[in-house]
């Protein structure tokens, strides 16, 4: 799904966390919070950072500890829960190692592909542009719970018409390529949609110079148009890992129960629903392993993430 | 013979194999990519332009065909076309066929959606769903609108900012399993969830978390979702009060207005339209609710919403011995076929907002 919160479409140039300059205008800002404001301001950010803080201490106590008094005691604190996730029969670092392998090119191969349609439909006249863009856009109505089935069925047995088959399976049963496939195209409305806004603000004069001097499209988009997108590529790029990463849906349904490609997410949701009793007290290690690389991914890089949401954007 | 080594890879339990094949892929992917674009520069000279577009698009167009377009009027069909009906208790050998009464495939009259608006268990599930809808979005915004003013050029603005802006990298998963912690029912042995010891402490009884079922437990699990959204609301909201024009506020504190009327009469209605948008754009991650409900397994316990239950028909719907579809996946069909009708007002509204802004440049 996909928002446009600048009215005029364009990118909201708009640093979040940059501290502004004490202007006149500030100041008289400033002066409007109160106590009260800034109270309730401290409440919202202890509730909302007090739950994960209790899971990670949580993920360091041993079974007995965890039985019987609440993480705040920080009683029976021990590493073996983390040993025991990282090996043996209950090992999770393979469905990490998964997750990375699905994330990488469910992330690049739409990036690509959005950026070389956005090109056309923001630098190419020809007629119906408009209108595909539009179509395009218009695809985010699509809910993956309605796409996944008939994909997942196309990546088992091509497509058919009646008895015919138009397309031949490609194999990809059973791979992580069907995963990868499921989120490359399920992102794309959205990637095209970024890409055109961002592409929309490069001068036109830019464009109309280099074609002058005889460039050709593919020299232009890769020469010109690349380089000036990376901000775009990255905002995206975070976007989309943090959603495939975080992703169960696709992930269980793409992988078909196979725990062999199931990334991150499915095992440690498995590992819930499977456990009771004993190895209940390794689920707080294994749900932390599987946030802290998002985690560390979105701090290194908000910058272009919050670039991206204002740029009229998050999908769901 | 042929691609012999390619399967392999493909199927490769080993992390080495699994990146090599990853890595494969996204060369290939892009050497696909290069040659298109030199093909593009190679375009013949009549009607080059066109051409030229088409090859652009043409990548987007495939991958969109195969994976929406196609899939949503699969699903269509599915939704309203009988399932395979097979003998009860036949044994499928030596021919599968021999035990297929109807090989379905045909119209049915809305069977299955006169199912879906009937059947309780699928009745509760929109009720719930209808009821997050309502709920989250409201709620985050709520949350997010407040804060982000409340922080509004005050110190440390980009720290508390990144406080509550933190949930959206976690997972549903792992937002499931914090909260289950936080939730958890005081146990024999004496640990309890910090919820549950504080409500001890004003002489409230515990929760009860999953097992009170019903709306109780969508309420509990809305919770989660609005520690989620309400950063993403925070941080949208906020850039669009500080885009207010600073005179504003100055004018009306000149005339002797509090904070709180400067909220309500100026930012308020200065960033209506961003509020909205936040809101649609939550309600619509909050349809699709899929993730949390299936990882706090809150359908067993009378909280099921309509995607899990998607999900969960499909799952359950088995195989027929005719290779034609069980009806599980039928109602699958029909319950995404819910969803999407309950999305289209909210996409709608963002389709429209775009086409404005993009006639108005």
Known sequence: MSIAIDPSGSTPAMPVDEPRPATAAGRVRKGLTNPVASGFA??????????????????????????????????????????????????????????????????????????????????????GRDWIYVAIFALQIVPLQVAVVPLLRFVVSGAHVGSTTIIPSMGLSGTVGAIWLAHACFALPLAVFLMHNFM?????????????????????FRQIMLPLLRPALAAFGIFQFLWV???????????????????????????????????????????????????????????????GLLSGSVKG | MRVNWLRDLAHSSSAAGKFGFAILIVVLFFAAMGILLLLIDRAPKTGREKFQAFLF?????????????????????????????????????????????????????????????????ALVSLGHTMMWTLIAPTIATLI???YAYAIDKVRGEGFAKALIFLPMAVSFVGAAVIWGLMYQQPSE????????????????????????????????MIVVMIWIQAGFSTVVLSAAIKAVPAELSEAAKIDGATPGQAFRRIIVPGIRPTIIVVMVTISVATLKVFDLVRTFGADQYGGDTLANMMYTEFRTAGLSAGGGTPLGEHRSAALAMEIFLLVIPFVAYQVRQMVKARTSQ
């Open chain 1, 200 to 220: 929309s603000e490069i001068p036109r004069d830019l464009l109309e110079a280099a074609r002058i001097d005889g460039a050709s499209h593919g020299q232009i």
């Open chain 1, 42 to 127: 401290l409440l919202i950010g202890i509730v909302w950072t007090i739950p994960t803080a209790g899971l990670l201490v949580q993920s360091f106590r041993g079974r007995e500890g965890q039985q019987s008094s609440g993480w705040w005691t920080f009683k029976d604190l021990t590493l073996d829960n983390y040993r025991e996730v990282t090996s043996g029969a209950r090992n999770i670092l393979p469905n990490i190692v998964n997750s990375i392998v699905i994330v990488i090119p469910a992330a690049l191969i739409p990036i690509a592909v959005a950026a070389m349609a956005a090109y056309a439909l923001v630098w190419i006249d020809f007629r």
């Open chain 2, 144 to 146: 997010g609108l407040t």
């Open chain 2, 57 to 121: 698009l043409l990548p987007a167009l495939v991958l969109l065909a195969i994976g929406l377009v196609g899939p949503i009027i699969k699903t269509a069909v599915s939704s309203l076309t009988s399932a395979e009906k097979d003998r009860a208790g036949c044994v499928p050998i030596p021919t599968p066929a021999r035990c297929v009464e109807d090989a379905g495939g045909k119209w049915n009259n809305f069977a299955h959606f006169r199912w879906a608006f009937t059947d309780n268990d």
């Open chain 1, 245 to 307: 990463w975080n992703d169960l849906f696709v992930g269980i349904v793409m992988s078909g129960g196979n725990g062999d490609i199931a990334p991150i997410t499915v095992a440690v949701s498995l590992l819930i629903g499977n456990t009771s009793g004993a190895g209940r007290e390794l689920i707080p290690a294994a749900a932390f392993l599987s946030i802290i690389i998002p985690l560390i991914v979105f701090i290194a890089l908000q910058r272009f993430f919050v670039r």
């Open chain 2, 189 to 220: 042995n004496g640990a309890s969830g910090l919820i549950n010891v504080m409500l001890n402490w004003v002489g409230l009884g515990p929760l009860n978390f999953p097992t009170v079922g019903g709306w109780r437990l969508t309420l509990l």
